[in-house]
């Protein structure tokens, strides 16, 4: 392992940990977005995380790919809505926002314990530079 693999293997898993916060907050940003009946629903955005091998020289984990969720939407009985169609509903997206929370809460969190692993190393490496010097 090399010295300064801790650091690449923590930040890594930051921007991971960013993209889902990013998915997570458009999520939510839009669960009241509405759409005329024939129309899809705002689609959850998901983030998809894969482990890097070590024995490929990166180690870590990456975006895999982002994934959009499968729900078409609740439809709404709103007719007085200006997208309402002529039987009065619209469709919004199927997201629950207690679902998102608990999401965002895990994302911070791991984001959280990454940069504490940063910021450790980043000490741990500037001790050992500093006990080369004497």
């Known amino acids: ?39 899809d629903a705002f689609q959850e955005r998901l983030v998809v995380a894969q482990a890097v091998d070590y024995g490929s020289g990166e180690g870590g984990v990456r975006v895999a790919r982002a994934e959009f969720g499968d729900a078409e939407g609740r439809i709404v009985y709103e007719p007085d809505h200006p997208l309402a169609n002529e039987d009065g509903y619209v469709r919004y997206p199927d997201i629950d926002m207690g679902d998102q929370m608990v999401a965002l809460m895990m994302a911070q969190r791991g984001y959280q314990a990454n940069l504490a692993v940063v910021e450790r190393a980043t000490s741990a490496y500037q001790a050992a530079l500093q006990l080369g010097k004497r």
């Open 1 to 39: 392992m090399a010295v300064f693999d801790t650091l690449g293997i923590a930040g890594s898993s930051l921007l991971v940990h960013r993209k889902w916060m990013d998915a997570v907050s458009d999520n939510m940003a839009n669960i009241n977005t509405v759409n005329p009946y024939d129309q």
